[in-house]
């Protein structure tokens, strides 16, 4: 029974903070007052999670230790010093709630609760338009409540989109909106309501269409505005002319508001450097006004007044700058910036939210002191809580479908290491069925994917890009996806990564210099193995989807180009039982020797088998091929290098008797089809970089070394020095090296391999 109380408490309290949020300082005092107490019993609970690690609350800490520290050097130890600390220990209270609403359960509590009570609220605006005597209590909350339910709106609206019942969520917004519109004179709501409905259209609507969108949706909200009596009275308070003669105790709101901005103004100027000290701000206010106030007769009387006697400038960047001077403003802005930095590395829709709450926050801090305000510092604090916690700690199931509606994979690599990032796409292919997918390489290595059925699009950049090309590249990535999956450990990929989307997982070296900012941009990190590793690339690029999916369940399936026909008179002279040789291989340091390779097609002529030759038209892939066209008349030996593309290699592949070729992603490719293939490898290290067969029934396929090795349709053969494999760029570890390895690997060795896969066949 005791357990069953303790485990109900706190959702209980935090139900009633986001109940009593919108409408009572009492009840949220009370609230608080309760989640202090189960804080402090559950603090092995709440410890461990160092919610104050966080930056946003790292920053809402320093902003208060700022305040007090400042306060009690500025106005020494009082009863008054601590009244003003405490008026700012919501920025306390922040990381404890954001290490208590670890559950999802209880955020969901606290979510409900909220948007219940500001049901309640707007139904009682509602009711005071017919009741003066409400109308006169709830005047006086005009303020926060406006802000309250603008804020309640758009967090309802927002949250629709992923609501399995999305229509009374976005009718719970219209509600609440129509009442900050029409029910309540709260100026400070208006503009913030504006500022929120041109956020919901700008990340409600496609890319191209976010600037109209947002634009017309605001100016749709401006018209309706027009016709509220609750906005005229207030744009007619503010723009109506200065009447001299009115009785000074008879000012409006607006009048007294510019008085303040002068004073505040005034007062920038004389304490902005270090500040007059947050407790002091009505005693130097009040200076600040007889001195400006005496001087001239028709503004004499304002010294008589309330207002000049205030505790705050009804801004609360002036409330910084004039309390704490400079280094509180860089404080309050840096915190600021700090959740707005959240925001844009969070996924869908917490980034629309955060961002959305920020600026709300942000923007109506220019018409009063949000922080310092009961009411609005609370709720925005609690809120922002929330959100954290939504990003932190994401419910079980968080990454579904709905949420992941759009995925960029990064393999700005050669044309191997894109077919190689298949099994990847093949895998977020069936995470996300519905989900767009596009593929990000150079120009020239994304052929190798014409035809995938897991793409949708594929974009070219090229290595090098001019001014206008650069431009274009980030106009069309710019957080135009919800997932980032960078495959290349290379700088360039991970910042065409941030380019694209808010979360990202990518690949980082073991070590290197610019590590620490790449993990910095990664919600995920996958650490390469390196050349000598164990873990093959196939599978290592899979576990960029470990946030969502078993990873090690996965068996990598390399996926090709879809075949296409070989021209009529190509195919004519095909005879079943053809052997495909690739010499080429595009770095001299993975080159079979040609002289070896001259021998193996002159055995395999011998033997009566014809043999096809392919390569691309490059002058590297024709200087290589030219030694070997002479050995046979067609069509005994066909030359097929440069004429025919990887759509229609592919359908070459599939009906030949065996594969023969280096290091190269044409070796990759012809294990994705299912032919048999020998792969000649020196320096590489197969574990790591073996052609994946096409039918693998496990994730650990190749000893590092092992002379000859079988897995399904693969057969790899390596030499037999003491350093195979070395995992460098051959013997002088650059690109253009000789490798002694593969000079070891001799063609009547490799010949006889290729007459017993064959007698297999």
């Known amino acids: 029974m005791k357990d069953a109380v303790r485990r109900g408490a706190l959702p209980t309290a935090l139900g009633a903070l986001g109940f009593f949020l919108p409408f009572s300082s009492a009840g949220v005092s009370l609230a608080l007052a309760a989640v202090l107490v189960l804080a402090a019993m ?148 208006h503009v913030v309501l504006l500022l929120l409905v041109g956020c919901a259209a700008w990340f409600h609507s496609p890319p191209r269409w976010r600037w109209p969108s947002a ?72 200076q600040a006004g007889k001195a400006r106030y005496s001087r001239n007769p028709e503004t004499h009387s304002y010294l008589k007044t309330d207002w000049l006697r205030i505790g705050n400038p009804h801004n609360e960047y002036f409330m910084q700058l004039i309390g704490g001077g400079v280094a509180s403003l860089a404080l309050f802005l840096g915190w600021l910036a700090l959740a707005l930095r959240q925001a844009s590395c969070a996924p869908p829709p917490q980034r629309n939210l955060l961002t959305g709450v920020c600026l709300a926050f942000a923007f109506g801090s220019l018409f009063n002191s949000m922080l310092l305000d009961f009411g609005e510092g609370h709720f925005y604090m609690a809120v922002l809580a929330w959100l954290l916690a939504e990003i932190h700690y994401p419910a079980p199931g968080a990454g579904n479908g709905r949420q992941v509606r759009s995925v960029l994979v990064v393999a700005t690599r050669q044309i191997g290491d894109v077919l190689l990032t298949t099994p990847l796409i093949r895998s977020a292919r069936e995470r996300w069925p519905e989900a767009r997918i596009d593929v990000l390489g150079f120009r020239g290595t994304l052929d190798i994917l014409r035809g995938n059925p897991d793409l949708n699009g594929t974009i070219e950049s090229p290595s090098q890009r001019g001014v206008r090309g650069l431009a274009a590249l980030i106009r069309r990535l710019w957080r135009n996806y919800d997932l980032a999956l960078v495959t290349d450990p290379g700088d360039r990929a991970h910042l065409m990564g941030w380019l694209a989307a808010s979360r990202r997982c990518g690949i980082v070296p073991a070590a290197g210099g610019s590590n620490w900012w790449k993990r910095k941009l990664l919600d995920h990190v996958v650490v390469a193995a390196g050349d000598s590793g164990s873990v093959h690339t196939t599978v290592e690029k899979q576990s960029l989807l470990a946030p969502w999916a078993d990873v090690s369940a996965m068996l990598p399936q390399v996926v090709g180009p879809a075949a296409a026909p070989l021209p009529p008179a190509m195919q004519s002279q095909l005879a079943p039982g053809a052997v495909v040789v690739h010499a080429p291989s595009m770095w001299p340091y993975k080159q079979w020797p040609i002289a070896h390779f001259r021998s193996l097609v002159t055995g395999l002529l011998a033997q009566g088998r014809q043999v096809v030759l392919t390569g691309s038209g490059s002058a590297r892939d024709q200087e290589c091929i030219a030694p070997l066209r002479g050995l046979a008349p067609p069509p005994q030996l066909l030359d097929l290098s440069g004429q025919i593309d990887f759509n229609q290699l592919a359908t070459l592949l599939k009906s030949a008797a065996l594969y023969i070729g280096p290091d190269t992603s044409v070796s990759h490719l012809a294990a994705a089809t299912g032919v048999p293939v020998i792969a ?77 896969t064959l007698a297999r066949a």
């Open 215 to 286: 634009i017309g949706g605001t100016m749709l909200v401006v018209v309706l505005a027009l016709n509220s009596a609750a906005v005229v009275n207030r744009l007619n308070e503010t723009f109506a002319k200065r009447d001299t003669a009115k009785p000074v105790e008879n000012m409006t709101s607006t009048e007294i508001r510019m008085e303040l901005l002068r004073l505040a103004t005034d007062l920038s100027r004389q304490y902005g450097a270090t500040g007059a000290g947050f407790a002091n701000f009505t005693d130097v206010h009040e």
């Open 42 to 189: 559950r603090l092995r609970e709440v410890l461990p999670l160092a919610p104050w690690k966080d930056p946003v609350m790292a920053g809402g800490l320093a902003l208060f230790c700022y305040i007090a520290v400042h306060t009690l050097l500025a106005t020494g130890v009082s009863l008054r010093t601590l009244e003003t600390a405490n008026q700012y220990h919501e920025l306390v209270f922040a990381p404890l709630l954001l290490a208590l609403m670890r559950d999802p359960r209880h955020r969901q509590v606290f979510i409900r609760a909220l948007l219940l009570g500001a049901t309640m609220l707007a139904a009682a605006q509602w009711i005071a338009l017919e009741v003066p005597e409400l109308g006169a209590r709830l005047a006086s909350r005009r303020i926060s409540a406006s802000f309250a339910l603008a804020v309640c709106a758009y967090v309802a609206l927002t949250r629709s989109r992923t609501h399995p019942h999305p229509w009374p969520q976005r009718a719970l917004a219209a509600f609440l909106a129509s009442t900050v519109l029409f029910a309540i004179e709260g100026r400070t709501g």
């Open 680 to 756: 000649i490898l020196g320096p590489t290290n197969p574990q790591r970089w073996a052609p994946w067969p096409a039918r693998a029934g496990a994730r650990d396929l190749f000893a590092r070394s092992a002379g000859v090795q079988h897995t399904g349709n693969v057969t790899v053969l390596q030499g037999s020095l003491a350093c195979v494999p070395c995992g460098r760029a051959g013997c002088e570890d650059h690109r253009q090296s000789r490798s002694d390895c593969l000079v070891d690997i001799t063609p009547q060795r490799v010949l006889d391999q290729a007459v017993k």
